[in-house]
Nanobody, 123 residues
Framework: QVQLVESGGGLVQAGGSLRLSCAAS????????MKWFRQAPGKEREFVAA????????YYADSVKGRFTISRDNAKFTVYLQMNSLKPEDTAVYYC????????????????WGQGTQVTVSS
């Protein structure tokens, strides 16, 4: 079956960096756009970043643009999220997701979700 397994979350001070990874199995990885979403306590899940099938196009939420970078390695079936200049408001559970549509920011088109990894940014 399809599995998306995130790793790399943790506790970091404001201004610090983390790199999230998402290892995929059970799907034709290069046929899917890959995305990151996040959900803070008491808030709806929100779009963070997306990358097209071979990585030629990337999209970011305005709140992370210039600080976060999404990338993928199709040979390793892995997508990454490099997070720099982290802020306390970035604290959330971060989810990896596979989609057939790259340009949308809605969670409604997502086909597969990972289990999430916690990112906590202290002030």
């Amino acid at each position: 079956q399809v599995q998306l397994v995130e790793s790399g979350g943790g506790l970091v001070q404001a201004g610090g960096s983390l790199r999230l990874s998402c290892a995929a199995s059970g799907l034709a990885f290069s046929n899917y756009a890959m995305k990151w979403f996040r959900q803070a306590p008491g808030k709806e899940r929100e779009f963070v970043a997306a990358i097209s099938w071979i990585g030629g196009r990337t999209y970011y939420a305005d709140s992370v643009k210039g600080r976060f970078t999404i990338s993928r390695d199709n040979a390793k079936f892995t997508v990454y999220l490099q997070m720099n200049s982290l802020k306390p408001e970035d604290t959330a559970v971060y989810y990896c997701a596979a989609d057939t549509v790259v340009v949308t920011t809605t969670a409604r088109t997502i086909l597969y979700w990972g289990q999430g990894t916690q990112v906590t940014v202290s002030s």
